[in-house]
């Protein structure tokens, strides 16, 4: 079964950076895409960026100038950074981070890490 663990989360400043990280273990696939969502109390969860093993990337238009998504250089396949700069207090959210990958015959999994808290105060 593949595990996702988010780390990195916390509570910042308006203006301040943060990294999450996001680690997945068990069988992981060459081929994936792994994407950072976030939510908030009451709402729905949001796509805030995504990254293919291929590095192709996608931000939502909130975030975009100011979020980069990377994988790790040693560790590609398993492991995604959210690097977060000029946090506002509107990226207040839980983040989780989510792996999709296809099997052979096409069907699609999809896991959840257990979310990280951001917090960021004006």
């Known amino acids: 079964q593949v595990q996702l663990v988010e780390s990195g989360g916390g509570m910042v400043q308006a203006g301040e950076s943060l990294r999450l990280s996001c680690k997945g273990s068990?069988?992981?696939?060459?081929?994936?895409?792994m994407r950072w969502y976030r939510q908030t109390p009451g709402r729905e969860r949001e796509l805030v960026a995504a990254?293919?093993?291929?590095?192709?990337?996608?931000?939502s238009d909130s975030v975009k100038g100011r979020f980069t998504i990377s994988r790790d250089n040693a560790d590609a396949k398993t492991t995604v950074y959210l690097q977060m700069n000029s946090l506002k207090s509107e990226d207040t959210a839980t983040y989780y981070c989510?792996?999709?990958?296809?099997?052979?015959?096409?069907?699609?999994?999809?896991?959840w890490g257990q979310g990280t808290q951001v917090t960021v105060s004006s």
């Open positions: 989510k792996l999709e990958q296809d099997q052979h015959w096409g069907a699609r999994e999809e896991y």
């Open positions: 068990g069988p992981i696939f060459s081929i994936n895409t």
């Open positions: 990254i293919t093993t291929g590095r192709a990337t996608q931000y």
